[in-house]
């Protein structure tokens, strides 16, 4: 599984942004998709993660209620919306998949490529 996200951008504090996480293999039902976000000088930290096969959802604190984890099944695609954005959110986002759930980067086996989300306040 190939994956690559996108949807990065400058944004004002308080607006919204949409990042995709699109796959060119198939995600599989057993697969648990996240999103995982690394700021300068900061350690990885995970943002969200959605079970492919029962969409089953999961958030870290400082982002439920603002952020949405969500799935389109035909377009193989992984979605992050990205409400009431703070210059805390800034940071560059990774897309994930793993056969695990965890909050931590190392289970996940597939990484794409960072997509940059800088907020102005």
């Known amino acids: 599984v190939q994956l690559q996200a996108s949807g990065g951008g400058l944004v004002q504090a308080g607006g919204s942004l949409r990042l995709s996480c699109a796959a060119s293999?198939?995600?599989?039902?057993?697969?648990?998709v996240a999103w995982f976000r690394q700021a300068p000088g900061k350690e990885r930290e995970f943002v969200a993660a959605?079970?492919?096969?029962?969409?089953?959802?999961y958030y870290e604190d400082s982002v439920r209620g603002r952020f949405t984890i969500s799935k389109d099944g035909a377009a193989n695609t992984v979605y992050l919306q990205m409400n009431s954005l703070n210059p805390d959110d800034a940071a560059v986002y990774y897309c994930?998949?793993?056969?695990?759930?965890?909050?931590?980067?190392?289970?996940?086996?597939?990484w794409g490529k960072g997509t940059l989300v800088t907020v102005s306040s």
């Open positions: 959605i079970r492919w096969g029962t969409g089953m959802r």
């Open positions: 994930a998949a793993g056969a695990q759930y965890d909050t931590t980067p190392q289970p996940y086996r597939y």
């Open positions: 293999g198939r995600f599989f039902s057993s697969h648990v």
